[in-house]
């Protein structure tokens, strides 16, 4: 059982790492079997968050409105904070697949081995009815009155994997070795120059905020956000 990890989760407008963004990364950096450090931060998606995504996470469309830059705190987590430490996550490949898509937006490489404590809770605990992390924290009586706010989960990952670790590592040691995680994001062209213009005209003639990471945006990415503002708020008069 690996003593030194980063245990991450993520809160995100949908379950698609195609159309979907993050708006919450949590995490713990455990070393020798201590937490050493956080790291919690929201982060502005260019979509407003719908009331389903509030409901289940508690997070607003005005709790992330002072959020910092999406590349800023996306480089300061995998740059600074991951570094090259095996990752820890409860179905670690959902939160994987979007990190790794804003890795490749951003040019990080984010190769990375993994353990998945849903992994080995399906394996070691077929008698349960619900392997979530919500019912596990109850079996092992993991308190965590924050759920679905990514650090607090991060943290109960943590000690799930700590339980799992004391109780089964023993009977299934090959359950706990790191893996290497895998992902290839659909490689995704630039945002062109015309769709920049219009984003930035419509914006203007709406009078909404132009996305901050506009200029990083992929063509993908620009559309979506033109055509939710045109269902929203209807096309500019002048076309």
Not at 4 to 25: K, N, P, Q
Not at 55 to 66: D, L, S
Not at 73 to 83: A, E, L, P, R, S
Request: with cysteine; charged share 30%.
């Amino acid at each position: 059982m690996i003593k030194t990890y980063v245990a991450f989760d993520l809160e995100t407008t949908g379950l698609s790492e195609e159309r979907d963004s993050i708006i919450e990364i949590g995490a713990v950096k455990v070393t020798d079997g201590k937490v050493t450090d956080r790291f919690m931060e929201f982060l502005k998606p260019a979509e407003e968050i719908s009331p389903m995504i509030t409901q289940i996470t508690g997070i607003t469309n005005e709790m992330v409105t002072h959020a910092r830059n999406t590349k800023e705190v996306i480089d300061d987590f995998m740059g600074v904070f991951v570094g090259e430490e095996v990752l820890l996550g409860h179905n670690i490949l959902f939160d994987y697949k979007f990190m790794k898509r804003y890795a490749c937006k951003y040019q990080h490489s984010f190769e990375r081995r993994g353990i998945d404590t849903l992994k080995i809770a399906r394996k070691v605990h077929k008698d349960l009815e619900s392997r979530s992390l919500e019912a596990l924290c109850a079996h092992y009586q993991i308190k965590n009155d924050a759920a679905h706010w990514a650090y607090h989960d991060a943290l109960a990952t943590a000690k799930l994997y700590h339980c799992l670790g004391h109780y089964f590592e023993e009977k299934e040691p090959n359950l706990f070795v790191p893996e290497l995680l895998f992902y290839q994001p659909r490689k995704e062209q630039p945002a062109t120059e015309k769709q920049k213009r219009y984003l930035e005209k419509l914006c203007g003639w709406h009078r909404i905020a132009v996305p901050e990471d506009l200029e990083a945006m992929t063509r993908s990415e620009a559309s979506r956000f033109i055509d939710r503002v045109i269902a929203k708020s209807g096309r500019m008069d002048l076309e």
